[in-house]
C-alpha cells in the first residue's frame, strides 16, 4: 500500500501561471485535506473534503481551488500563481471514527512561485 | 476562534527530558495530537490524547493534558540526537469534519 502520495514533489512556477496539484489515497478514507506549511506559522487548512464529489473551505481559500470527483483523489488548484502562495503542500486523508480519528499525511509539494 | 499556541524553540542535552508545551482556545476538542517532523519529510503522528483524560504514557513520550488551563505538554524522557525535529501540537474541535488546528510547532534541538 502507498498510503497517501503526492505529485509532483517540486515545482517552480512564474507569477500568473497555472499548476494543479495532486493527491491520491488508497485507504479508502473518506475526508481529505490539503495543508499549506509557511516558516513559523505550523500548518493552515487550506480546503477539505468530506466524501466524493464535497469540498469546503478551510482557514485560508483564497487563490485555491479543489475538486474531488473520485473518491481517492483530491485536487488542488492554484489558477493564477502568486509569490504569497510559495510554500509546502501537505495532503492529509482520515477515516473519521476509527481508533484516535489520526491523518494521514503525504510526503509533501514544494512550491516556489517567482 | 480557534488557536493553537507553541513556544518556537527548546534546546536540551542528550540524555536529559524535554518538556514541550501548549496552549489552545478551543474546549469543544476532542483529540488533541503531538506531530513530530523531520527536515525535509512530512508528518508523522506520535502520540495523541483524547480530551478526557489527563495522562497518557507511551514508552519515552508521556502526555499531560490541563483541561481547566487548557493546556498540554509533550515529555520525551532520555532525549537522543534522533529527537532533533519540529513538534506539532493539533486539536481535532468536534463535528467539524475532523478538521485539525495546528501550533506553528516547537523546534527542539538536541545538544551531544
Known amino acids: 500500500n502507498a498510503g497517501v502520495t503526492q505529485t509532483p514533489k517540486f515545482r517552480v512556477l512564474k507569477t500568473g501561471q497555472s499548476m494543479t496539484l495532486l493527491c491520491a489515497q488508497d485507504?479508502?478514507?473518506?475526508?481529505m485535506y490539503w495543508y499549506r506549511q509557511d516558516p513559523g506559522m505550523g500548518l493552515r487548512l487550506i480546503h477539505y473534503?468530506?466524501?466524493?464529489?464535497?469540498?469546503a473551505k478551510g482557514e485560508v481559500p483564497d487563490g485555491y481551488n479543489v475538486s474531488r470527483l473520485k473518491k481517492q483523489n483530491f485536487l488542488l488548484g492554484l489558477e493564477s500563481a502568486a509569490p504569497s502562495q510559495t510554500s509546502v503542500y501537505f495532503c492529509a486523508t482520515l477515516e473519521l471514527g476509527q481508533g484516535d480519528n489520526e491523518q494521514f499525511f503525504g510526503p509533501g509539494t514544494r512550491l516556489t512561485v517567482l | 476562534g480557534e488557536d493553537v499556541e507553541q513556544s518556537l524553540f527548546l534546546s536540551v542535552r542528550e540524555g536529559d527530558s524535554s518538556v514541550i508545551n501548549c496552549t489552545y482556545t478551543d474546549s469543544s476538542s476532542t483529540y488533541l495530537y503531538w506531530y513530530k517532523q523531520e527536515p525535509g519529510a512530512g508528518l508523522q503522528l506520535l502520540t495523541y490524547?483524547?480530551?478526557?483524560?489527563d495522562m497518557k504514557q507511551d514508552q519515552r513520550l508521556t502526555v499531560l493534558l490541563n483541561k481547566k488551563d487548557k493546556h498540554l505538554s509533550l515529555r520525551i524522557a532520555d532525549t537522543q540526537t534522533g529527537d532533533s525535529a519540529i513538534y506539532f501540537c493539533?486539536?481535532?474541535?468536534?463535528?467539524?469534519?475532523?478538521?485539525?488546528?495546528f501550533g506553528q510547532g516547537t523546534e527542539l534541538s538536541v545538544k551531544p
Open positions: 493539533a486539536e481535532s474541535i468536534y463535528n467539524q469534519g475532523g478538521k485539525l488546528i
Open positions: 485507504m479508502n478514507h473518506e475526508y
Open positions: 473534503s468530506v466524501g466524493e464529489g464535497t469540498t
Open positions: 490524547i483524547f480530551s478526557n483524560m
